[in-house]
């Protein structure tokens, strides 16, 4: 079992940057890929980035490639998702999570959710 917990979250200009953190605690943290989807209101979860178990595979949300960086230390069981050259439109409720599953990007995938943090995005 993992348990997760967002930060970083906030009020940012469009064009300004942010870095989520997600904090993990529970046994063998390393055996798990983890991932970040995010929520806006009225809206699907949406698949935004994801990091195999050994860090070397990353995946990431077309609407967020060139922008957006996952990376994981397993020595601070801590994964990070850096946001550059934010857009109004990333503006949703982050979520990290964790998986068992080979497969990265589709939510059903994943078996622990955090609670989420807020990011908002100004024009």
């Known amino acids: 079992q993992v348990q997760l917990v967002e930060s970083g979250g906030g009020l940012v200009q469009a064009g300004g940057s942010l870095r989520l953190s997600c904090a993990a605690s529970?046994?063998?943290?390393?055996?798990?890929?983890m991932g970040w989807f995010r929520q806006a209101p009225g809206k699907d979860r949406e698949f935004v980035a994801a990091i195999s178990w050994s860090g070397v595979s990353t995946y990431y949300a077309d609407s967020v490639k060139g922008r957006f960086t996952i990376s994981r230390d397993d020595a601070k069981n801590t994964v990070y998702l850096q946001m550059n050259n934010l857009k109004p439109e990333d503006t949703a409720v982050y979520y990290c999570?964790?998986?068992?599953?080979?497969?990265?990007?589709?939510?059903?995938?994943?078996?622990?959710w955090g609670q989420g943090t807020q990011v908002t995005v100004s024009s």
């Open positions: 529970g046994r063998t943290f390393s055996n798990y890929g």
């Open positions: 999570a964790a998986r068992r599953s080979r497969i990265a990007t589709t939510k059903s995938t994943y078996d622990y």
